[in-house]
């Protein structure tokens, strides 16, 4: 795997680096010697902010945690990661080395994680115009939903805004891998 860190307000020591590369070197079984993985450090007042995306192949994890020491964040990072994976266990083995992740993932015995099926309970088509991305906000917030999806008027795709969880907006746009 290959890591790249990133450090907002923070100067990341080596020692950091080293429990970084050693907790993550736990999921080397799981992903590809081609995986990226990004860790950003942010320091904000008296928190600091761990988070860490994986990308292989079409997967992706990520996983954010705050807290007041960065080494709690990045123990609390790599727990969700973890959990993420047990989570996806089934959709894992079709796509990666059957077997290893058996060994990897041992399910113990206060894991209430249960295999389940996606279920689609509904079905919506959307009449979409070509706008731009304040209107699309705009609009989002007068339905009062989460996400928005639209033609963007700069770009002629179809893009998606959302409401972070830190009250801000984000924008999704398509990007040919």
Known sequence: MKITYTARKVNLRDNFKERTEKKLSKFDRIFSDDAVVNVVVT????????EIT???NSMVYRAESTMTEMNDALDKVCDILMRQIRRNKTKLEKRIKSGSIDDFVIQTPDDDIVDEEYQLVRKKQVMMKPITVDEAILEMNMVNHSFFMFINAETDEVSVVYKRADGNYGLLEPAAD
């Open 43 to 50: 320091l904000e007042k008296n928190r600091q902010t761990v």
């Open 54 to 56: 994986i990308r292989d």
